[in-house]
């Protein structure tokens, strides 16, 4: 194994573990109230009815996406990974919604602009780490 291919593995791993670990808390009770919250309203539904179930399918998508980057085929890795980015992509609005409600939301409402430069670093570490 050279020494790119080991710094692969190791990205991957941590990146396994961020994302396992930030599904697992779409399903910690005040946590998933907090995120529903976020969910602007035309994303959310009438009378918010679909937020719950976006936290969910996006908790099952991290915690999927992260353990398929510690698959042993490679096709099943860069398929985790340009999902992962989707994601990062989907829960955009959510994070915008946060950030214009900092009173509201607290620590989750990072400033749009250092909040879309993380949301890119982490897309391009993750495109790194699965190619």
Request: hydrophobic share 65%; net charge positive; proline share 7%.
């Amino acid at each position: 194994m050279d020494a790119f291919a080991l710094a692969q593995l190791v990205l991957r791993i941590i990146l396994a573990l961020v994302f396992v670990g930030m599904g697992i808390t779409h399903f910690v009770p005040r946590v998933r109230r907090a995120m529903q919250a976020m969910i602007p309203a035309g994303l959310a539904g009438p009378d918010r009815r679909w937020a719950p179930a976006l936290v969910a399918v996006s908790g099952v998508a991290e915690i999927v996406g992260g353990a398929a980057l510690l698959a042993p085929w490679w096709g099943v890795r860069f398929a985790a990974g340009i999902a992962l980015i989707a994601l990062l992509i989907a829960v955009f609005p959510a994070n915008v919604q946060a950030a214009r409600e900092p009173e509201r939301f607290g620590a989750a409402a990072v400033p749009i602009a250092p909040r879309a430069i993380g949301q890119v670093v982490l897309g391009v570490l993750v495109l790194v780490s699965v190619i």
